[in-house]
């Protein structure tokens, strides 16, 4: 199983991104998609998740409002949209996918089993 993260780049404050992530080797249909990043020094953390139906989806507080997570079953992907963006928002992003089937969409890192390996997101001032 492989998830490819792509979409990441340079924008300056205020601008937007669309960050995609691929899974490939199995149907990601049923697993929810996560969203973390980590800036440097700092822990990786929790931006946005979605569940498998795509009824259920859950922010941090410092994104809420501006990013949206969506997925494509059909195209097995996930989507993270950044408006807004801001400098504090540059940070490395990364897909994660979770195959437990839970009532809400989970913020922990340990839930996730399987990750994509980053794409970069740098927010000039």
């Known amino acids: 199983v492989q998830l490819q993260a792509s979409g990441g780049g340079l924008v300056q404050a205020g601008g937007s991104l669309r960050l995609s992530c691929a899974a490939s080797g199995r149907s990601f249909g049923t697993y929810t998609w996560g969203w973390f990043r980590q800036a440097p020094g700092k822990e990786r953390e929790f931006v946005g998740a979605?569940?498998?139906?795509?009824?259920?989806?859950r922010y941090a507080d410092s994104v809420k409002g501006r990013f949206t997570v969506s997925r494509d079953n059909a195209k097995n992907t996930a989507f993270l949209q950044m408006n807004s963006l801001k400098p504090e928002d540059t940070a490395i992003y990364y897909c994660?996918?979770?195959?437990?089937?839970?009532?809400?969409?989970?913020?922990?890192?340990?839930?996730?089993?399987?990750w994509g390996q980053g794409t970069q997101v740098t927010v000039s001032s």
């Open positions: 979605i569940s498998w139906t795509g009824g259920s989806a």
């Open positions: 994660a996918g979770d195959r437990t089937d839970r009532t809400m969409a989970s913020a922990r890192r340990a839930d996730y089993d399987y």
